[in-house]
T-cell receptor, first 117, second 108 residues
Framework: DTAVSQTPKYLVTQMGNDKSIKCEQN?????MYWYKQDSKKFLKIMFS???????INETVPNRFSPKSPDKAHLNLHINSLELGDSAVYFCASSQTNRSVPPPYEQYFGPGTRLTVT | GQSLEQPSEVTAVEGAIVQINCTYQ??????LSWYQQHDGGAPTFLSY??LDGLEETGRFSSFLSRSDSYGYLLLQELQMKDSASYFCAVYSNYQLIWGAGTKLIIKP
């Protein structure tokens, strides 16, 4: 009964490869996110989808492409991987109904540790 | 621009009380949240302040002063398991703006 799950948990790959990370949430939330956390622990929002619609698209190289086939899934595809892409990638979800006030608590997946060699 | 400032590291003794401060500068403000992250783990939600004042949840309390653009997280009766990073985050314009995190080191 995992709330937010990600696969794979670890990903080791070489520069130039293309890889995907999958995320699923079973909380019935309407918003999903991708975050990148670097070695200094800084959490950077990359993308956010609300009801399958892209609502946040921060300054991220276009090698990164999110895809939301339905409200419960948000995948991240990365082309031509670079050394600087090495980080932990977190998927998160929240219920962000505009008719109710925050906190819009975000539930995070366990993270995918990506290492590019 | 939008920014949140919090100390990078705080050290305290087991059983003591520690306060982690957060100041923010954001366009639009709907509340201040705190998240905890243990090494190797995922961030988890701790508390939220939408209005000025103190919110208490067990050993943890969080405070907000909107006029000062300032908040803090107070941890009492520190336990070794409280060793973690703590992030403040402001809900602004339909997204969370995150601080850089404070690493809390607890000594026995």
């Amino acid at each position: 009964d995992t709330a937010v799950s990600q696969t794979p948990k670890y990903l080791v790959t070489q520069m130039g490869n293309d890889k995907s990370i999958k995320c699923e949430q079973n909380l019935g939330h309407d918003t999903m996110y991708w975050y990148k956390q670097d070695s200094k622990k800084f959490l950077k929002i990359m993308f956010s989808y609300n009801n399958k619609e892209l609502i946040i698209n921060e300054t991220v190289p276009n090698r990164f492409s999110p895809k939301s086939p339905d409200k419960a899934h948000l995948n991240l595809h990365i082309n031509s991987l670079e050394l600087g892409d090495s980080a932990v990638y977190f998927c998160a979800s929240s219920q962000t109904n505009r008719s109710v006030p925050p906190p819009y608590e975000q539930y995070f997946g366990p993270g995918t540790r990506l290492t590019v060699t | 621009g939008q920014s949140l400032e919090q100390p990078s590291e705080v050290t305290a003794v087991e059983g003591a009380i520690v306060q982690i401060n957060c100041t923010y500068q954001t366009s639009g403000f709907y509340g201040l949240s705190w998240y905890q992250q243990h090494d190797g783990g995922a961030p988890t939600f701790l508390s939220y302040n939408g209005l000025d004042g103190l919110e208490e949840t067990g050993r943890f309390s969080s405070f907000l002063s909107r006029s000062d653009s300032y908040g803090y997280l107070l941890l009492q009766e520190l336990q070794m398991k409280d060793s973690a990073s703590y992030f403040c985050a402001v809900y602004s314009n339909y997204q969370l703006i995150w601080g850089a995190g404070t690493k809390l080191i607890i000594k026995p």
